[in-house]
């Protein structure tokens, strides 16, 4: 029972071992699917698990698996971080000396126990100290491996050479070559070792046996063979790549034992085989390897003094690749020296021919002996061409000198021009060679070749004053006619480059000996330059030129040249700015520079001018208006777009001053409205003849606006009424009259003061149904109702007869009451046609204490007076003040509004009345009227200005609140305006039918 207890925790614990291994592997196993572009490599948090578990496992066999695991991942995990620093080495080393501290510390534990290995230790500890180049501790650890494998004994042989112990190296390579699979690299490895022995002969064995026999095995450059180590596991490196490098490796001890007397066709053809062997399936390598192979040779036999031999692989070098520039550069000298002195010239000519067509580096062999001849062959025709140019020798052709003498000069002529040209292909750089220079561009400029005189004296060194002076002037005329040449042609950026360093760079036109005066070549160039912008406006280099050229003209600037320079200059300007997307303001400024800049007799100026008065909105467009009418004055006429533009400025920004002086201007030739303009500031600034000349147009325009600056006309004073003023009399008379009377008066009294009332309440009505005003209609109904009021109480008041029984006295009563009934309805129709109708009919009627006619409109009144009132509400509530999107009237509208504003806060009546009379001008509707009027009532306290105000729009406050300051003292009135400021203050409508409650509400 103990034993199987005993076997389950073996098993148990080799179960959670297996599990442990299998998960620090997962991450192995995750990288296996990754793509192979993408390598797994060991994360920090494997290297830590791994040493933690290592750590604390007791079991040596666990233990031992763990430290192999461990060395793994460090392994990986460190070179990877090492890899991302600049200089890695550090990095690796220390890796290694942390491995091998660690194996060291662990070896001893592992010693005779079951199923661990030892040797795995010393295995990794031998590789590690042979990539330290410890040889001595790398072979004591390879030694104590049991049973070593071929790539052990290869190592040992790696650590042998390592320690020069070249003999030993072979025996242990020797044994490691057991293996076929390393057999290509140990072959490698020991020829090495033969040529440290100098045992050429086995050395080039060796190599050639690795190029030609070992197997090719899968597609060419797939196989692959050891080659070197990596913590303890050999790095695999293609097959090919070994082969190809034992060719090269191959050329000190073939040149060693090469005995043949001399390098023939057969060693070609061998060295190709060869080469052919290394890259079976690729031509192009085979080419590259077996010419590197050729060149080295050279280098080689030239290094043992076996020149012949050098030689005669140089040959088959050129004779193969075509390639003999270092063997003309060295033998050319000699030729050119040879065939100058024997006059061959034909000769000489294919010698300068063939040389390279490049630059050669002095230090190269041969080249400072090939320059200096060159140099001499120069030298040598100069002489024979001498100091006569082109153009006189062929003038002297038809004179004196024979057909030989004209033929040898120009055969001469030839050489030279070919020797010059071949001499600054080569040495083009040389800093020496400024007298040549000047020679061979002098020549050039002869023959009308002005780029490649250009060309050639842009790299001269300058360090000769007195060949530099005479280059300067050459150069300049080289560039002239350059200039000319690239004139005619289609033009390209280069010739603008090239126009403008030579009128605004190097300024050409100043050099000497230009073969015309500095301002007759300037001018030239200028009407080069203005062609050029004429087929190329856009530029930027031909403007640059320009602007540069105008900016700082060297010659006299009353020159007609300046004059169309400038205007040229003012006209891309201007068409560069019409197609500009800039803001207007910054448009107009432009128009304005130009306008300045240009000649001012130019058309572009005025049309500059123009531009800048036309886009431009803000006030400094006025003083622009004043310089054009100051300039052009023709121009600026009644009716064209400058004048209305500059009318139109000076009226937006609310300029009178300067909108007087451009309507007076043009005052005989100005229309209907602009003259009524004219008047109303005429007006404002308190002139008379403002209003003569309203009344000189004295059209229907005219009169409405002397009415709009008069404005209309005070509501006359209410008219006095002698009629009324009589019948108040007589109805005061009458009522003083009513006095108490006796019973025995009674019979007499009464009939005749019944008669005097229906009399005098007759005339009351007549007057009643004759009247118009509504302040005396409204007293009529007061009066009426007040005499009514009167009759009815005296006729109340008679007295009872005396001595009736009590049957008689009721009887009397009763009678009595039947008389005085009708009086008394009669007085409640009286007062109740006052209560309902009097307040309502005039506004200036009031109610008095004591009075009988207290006010009890009927609400139909009211509803009809606010209904009245809504319809005159404008409810366009977000037009006023407006929006973003204020039309051009309303924008005026606005102005002036503000205008007449700040007028007013200034004392400035007339000029507010001018401001808020031509408000009206631009308003469009009721609304817009109506707040109009209401500045104007506000100004002038006119109770005509408040009912306009209020007529055009009665859902303004402050009219309504005038009017009930107005009202007090009148119920209705007053209700009524208090009603009225209720809805407008909640913005909304008078509802249908307003209600009893509602009208007598007091809000």
């Given at each position: 029972m103990f034993v199987r207890k005993y076997l389950d925790r073996v098993f148990l614990g080799l179960g959670v071992f297996v599990l442990l291994l299998s998960l620090l592997g997962f991450f192995e196993v995750?990288?296996?699917?990754?793509?192979?572009s993408e390598p797994f490599r060991a994360r920090k948090s494997m290297v830590d698990t791994a040493e933690r578990l290592m750590t604390s496992e007791p079991n040596p066999y666990k233990k031992f698996q763990l430290l192999l695991r461990w060395i793994k991942y460090k392994e990986e995990y460190e070179q990877d971080q090492a890899l991302k620093t600049a200089n890695p080495e550090p990095g690796f080393r220390k890796l290694k000396d942390e491995i091998i501290l660690r194996i060291q510390q662990e070896i001893a534990r592992f010693d005779g126990i079951k199923n661990v290995d030892p040797s795995v230790l010393h295995r990794e500890l031998g590789y590690r100290y042979l990539e330290l180049k410890l040889y001595d501790q790398s072979q004591t650890h390879f030694f104590k491996i049991l049973n070593r494998l071929p790539d052990d004994e290869m190592a040992i042989g790696d650590g042998m050479m390592g320690s020069s112990q070249v003999m030993l190296a072979l025996e242990f390579y020797d044994k490691a070559a057991k293996d076929a699979k390393l057999r290509p690299v140990i072959m490698y490895k020991r020829a090495w070792a033969y040529m440290q022995l100098a045992r050429f002969a086995d050395s080039l064995r060796e190599f050639d046996t690795l190029i030609s026999e070992v197997e090719i095995k899968g597609k060419p450059g797939q196989e692959l063979t050891q080659e070197t180590y990596d913590g303890g596991r050999t790095q695999?490196?293609?097959?090919?790549?070994?082969?190809e490098e034992a060719y090269r490796d191959r050329l000190r001890p073939y040149v060693e034992t090469f005995s043949s007397p001399n390098f023939i066709e057969q060693h070609v053809q061998e060295l190709k085989t060869l080469a052919a062997k290394v890259f079976p399936e690729d031509k192009n390598a085979q080419v590259k390897i077996y010419a590197e192979n050729l060149k080295s040779l050279v280098e080689a036999f030239n290094a043992k003094a076996q020149v012949g031999r050098a030689e005669e692989v140089f040959q088959a070098f050129a004779k193969e690749f075509r390639d003999s520039e270092a063997l003309l550069i060295s033998s050319a000298p000699l030729w050119l020296k040879t065939y100058r002195g024997l006059l061959d010239h034909t000769s000489l000519e294919r010698v300068v021919n063939n040389l390279p067509e490049k630059n050669l580096k002095k230090e190269d062999n041969g080249v400072l002996a090939l320059q200096a001849e060159l140099h001499n062959t120069a030298a040598f025709y100069e002489t024979l061409v001498g100091e006569t140019g082109k153009a006189d020798i062929e003038m002297s052709a038809k004179n004196s000198l024979t057909a030989d003498s004209v033929a040898d000069f120009h055969r001469a002529r030839k050489l030279l021009m070919v020797v010059y040209f071949k001499y600054f292909q080569i040495f083009s750089t040389d800093p020496d060679s400024d007298p040549l220079r000047v020679n061979f561009a002098k020549l050039l400029f002869e023959d009308g070749d002005a780029i490649q005189c250009l060309?050639?004296?842009?790299?001269?060194?300058?360090?000769d004053v007195e060949v530099e002076k005479v280059?300067?002037?050459?150069?300049a005329r080289c560039e002239l006619k350059e200039l000319d040449q690239l004139y005619a042609k289609p033009h390209h950026d280069e010739f603008y480059t090239k126009l403008h360093s030579a009128l605004a760079g190097k300024k050409i036109y100043q050099q000497k000996d230009l073969g015309v005066n500095p301002e007759q070549a300037f001018e030239?160039?200028?009407?080069?330059?203005?062609?050029?912008?004429?087929?190329n406006m856009q530029s930027q280099k031909l403007r640059e030129t320009l602007k540069a050229v105008v900016e700082s003209y060297p010659f006299a600037k009353t020159a007609s040249l300046f004059r169309e320079l400038q205007i040229v200059q003012a006209e891309l300007r201007f068409e560069d700015l019409v197609a500009s997307t800039a803001g207007s303001d910054q448009k107009a400024d432009g128009f304005f520079e130009i306008h300045q800049k240009a000649p001012p007799s130019a058309n572009v100026a005025k049309k500059a001018l123009l531009n800048s008065v036309m886009i431009d909105v803000r006030p400094a467009a006025l003083d622009r208006c004043d310089k054009f009418i100051q300039i052009y004055?023709?121009?600026?006429?009644?009716g064209n777009e400058v004048f209305k533009r500059c009318v139109g400025?000076?009226?937006?920004?609310?300029?009178?001053?300067?909108?007087?002086?451009?309507?007076?201007n043009q005052e005989k030739a100005l229309d209907e409205r602009d003259t009524i303009r004219l008047a109303y500031i005429e007006l404002a600034r308190s002139r008379p003849e403002g209003m003569q000349r309203l009344r000189r147009l004295n059209t229907e325009l005219a009169k409405r606006a002397m009415a709009s600056w008069e404005g209309p006309a005070a509501r006359p004073e209410r008219r006095e009424s002698k009629q009324f003023e009589k019948l108040q009399e007589n109805t005061l008379e009458f009522v003083r009259a009513l006095k108490p009377i006796g019973v025995q008066q009674i019979a007499k009294m009464v009939p005749q003061t019944v008669k005097d009332f229906h009399w005098i309440d007759r005339i009351w009505l007549k007057y009643y149904q004759s009247e118009s005003e509504p302040y005396y209609l409204a007293r009529t109904l007061e009066r009426r109702a007040f005499m009514a009021a009167k009759m009815r109480d005296w006729m109340k008041a008679l007295p009872e007869p005396k001595g009736l029984s009590k049957e008689e006295l009721e009887e009397y009563r009763k009678k009595a009451e039947e008389v005085v009934k009708p009086w008394d309805e009669r007085a409640a129709i009286a007062i109740k046609d006052c209560e309902e109708t009097a307040y309502v009919l005039s506004v200036d009627y009031k109610e008095k204490e004591g009075t009988v006619c207290k006010e009890n409109s009927k609400p139909t009144f009211l509803q009809e007076h606010l209904d009245r009132w809504n319809k005159t509400r404008q409810w366009a509530q977000k037009t006023w003040p407006w929006g973003k999107d204020k039309n051009e009237n309303q924008v005026l509208l606005e102005k002036f509004l503000e205008g007449g504003k700040a007028a007013s806060e200034k004392k400035d009546w007339l000029l507010t009345r001018y401001f808020l009379v031509r408000a009206l001008d631009f308003a469009e509707n009721n609304r817009e009227k109506a707040h109009v009027y209401l500045q104007l009532a506000r100004m002038r306290k006119s109770e005509e200005y408040w009912l306009m105000a209020a007529?055009?729009?009665?859902?303004?406050?402050?009219p309504v609140e005038h009017f009930l300051e107005q009202a007090k003292g009148n119920p209705f009135y007053e209700r009524l305006y208090k009603i009225a400021l209720d809805y407008i203050r909640k913005g909304e409508q008078v509802s249908d039918k307003h209600g009893s409650s509602m009208a007598q509400r007091n809000p």
């Open positions: 995750r990288a296996a699917e990754k793509k192979e695999a490196r293609p097959l090919t790549k070994l082969r060309s050639l004296l842009s790299g001269r060194s300058k360090n280059a300067a002037n050459l150069e030239s160039l200028g009407r080069m330059l203005m062609g050029s912008l004429q087929k004055p023709e121009e600026f006429r009644a400025l000076s009226e937006n920004h609310l300029d009178i001053d300067h909108q007087y002086r451009f309507l007076k007529q055009l729009d009665g859902n303004l406050p402050e």
